[in-house]
């Protein structure tokens, strides 16, 4: 990095900025988590993050600002999901975000900040000062505000993502499925099973005296789940393939200009089936070629 590009990670906004995204998401969201704690965040991380890239490319720094914009808006929704699910379950890396779509509301910071210059003398001094608020930044931005809990170990989901074409719509895609004396449901909520290594609670507020107090949840022998929101899907229920039966097909109905497609994107195996998958991957491309030659063949 350029003295000049440095000196941007020392100017006042992007100290004050980072400041607000660490008190935020390790203080604010579990004291007050309201509207204001929910968008503190995306506001005070995307100037961060920008002006970040913006310093690590000084002479490209619109691509950085664009840059930063299209990956806070794929973040943001359903599209991250498998990148998110990557992490959980295969890394055993714990990732969260909530899809919310009011959240890129935080665009519009981008233009506030992207004229930001800071120019001061770089000595010795605030070279080393640059180095720690970048290392602190790469902390606060892979920093988790759900310390707390971790997706479960135990599922036994295996993520595909295969695409289809069909010229169906959805409404006859259900008929099919009637037809096939399949069971499924529509939806837009997913739970994932959680353990924790300390107690889940909630904190109470006293009516009479203001105090608040943390009730404790009863988890010791009760399995939790962390909800979340995402775009709607299908899950196809007890699916016959060849010997075996699929427990669970979840799969996506997208129609765009015309053009419709299946998207399958996960299968949930019993724990025999898993197991056998888990030893051989190679089992994925027979579940999706016996999917394709029993179930969307049928939808298409």
């Known amino acids: 990095m350029k003295n000049k590009s440095v000196s941007l990670l020392l100017h006042p906004l992007f100290i004050v900025c980072l400041g607000l995204l660490l008190l935020n998401d390790f203080y604010l969201k579990q004291q007050y988590h309201n509207f204001l704690t929910g968008k503190l965040s995306d506001f005070a991380g995307l100037a961060c993050f920008a002006l970040f890239i913006s310093a690590l490319l000084p002479n490209h720094k619109k691509t950085a600002f664009v840059s930063a914009a299209l990956f806070f808006a794929w973040w943001k929704s359903s599209l991250s999901q498998p990148a998110i699910n990557f992490f959980n ?45 970048a290392g602190v930044s790469l902390f606060a931005f892979c920093a988790t505000t759900c310390r707390g809990y971790y997706p479960s170990r135990m599922s036994t989901e295996v993520y595909m993502y295969n695409s289809y074409k069909t010229t169906l719509t959805e409404n006859q895609v259900f008929k099919r499925l009637d037809s096939l004396k399949l069971r499924y449901k529509k939806d837009s909520v997913k739970a994932n099973e959680i353990y924790t290594y300390d107690s889940i609670f909630y904190l109470q507020k006293d009516s009479v005296t203001g105090i608040t107090n943390r009730v404790v949840l009863p988890t010791k022998n009760t399995v939790v789940y962390a909800r979340y929101k995402t775009s709607p899907f299908i899950e196809v229920y007890n699916v016959p393939a060849e010997n075996e039966m699929i427990p669970v097909v979840t799969f996506g109905y997208f129609a765009r200009k015309g053009k419709s497609r299946i998207e399958i994107s996960s299968i949930t195996l019993d724990s025999l089936q898993y197991s056998r998958y888990v030893k051989e991957p190679a089992l994925e491309r027979r579940y999706k070629k016996m999917l394709e030659n029993l179930l969307i063949k049928q939808l298409q």
């Open 89 to 133: 379950y295969k890394l055993q890396f714990p990732v969260n975000r909530v899809v919310d779509y009011t959240d890129y509301m935080a665009l519009t910071v981008l233009p506030m900040v992207y004229k930001l210059r800071h120019e001061g003398c770089m000595n010795f001094v605030h070279k080393l000062a640059a180095v720690v608020v």
